[in-house]
């Protein structure tokens, strides 16, 4: 079991910068794959980053590349998401997600056990 608590949400004016942060209880954080999922009003959640057990293997949706990196602790239990030259269509809940059953992060939702409750971002035109 893990706990999920997500902060760094705000508002932000379209090409600005947040970073994302999402700390984990419990000892075997290092254990699960790690992604950060959003999700806008009216639409599905969809995957926007995830990681490896070990942080060796990132990936990003296409939408998201060279905008966003994800990067993990895992000697401080935490997963963070840095995101850059922000549009509008990032407006959306981000929602950050553990998947205790493999070593490399899977983009469908239905892969991760745990769940944050989400914090919001912003993106004014």
């Known amino acids: 079991q893990v706990q999920l608590v997500e902060s760094g949400g705000g508002l932000v004016q379209t090409g600005g910068s947040l970073r994302l942060s999402c700390a984990a209880s419990?000892?075997?954080?290092?254990?699960?794959?790690m992604a950060w999922f959003r999700q806008a009003p009216g639409k599905e959640r969809e995957f926007v980053a995830g990681t490896s057990r070990a942080g060796v293997t990132t990936v990003y949706q296409d939408s998201v590349k060279g905008r966003c990196t994800i990067s993990r602790d895992n000697a401080k239990n935490t997963v963070s998401l840095q995101m850059s030259s922000l549009k509008p269509e990032d407006t959306a809940v981000y929602y950050c997600?553990?998947?205790?059953?493999?070593?490399?992060?899977?983009?469908?939702?239905?892969?991760?056990?745990?769940w944050g409750q989400g914090t919001q971002v912003t993106v004014s035109p």
């Open positions: 997600a553990a998947d205790p059953d493999r070593v490399v992060p899977l983009q469908s939702a239905i892969s991760y056990e745990f």
């Open positions: 419990g000892r075997t954080f290092s254990t699960y794959a």
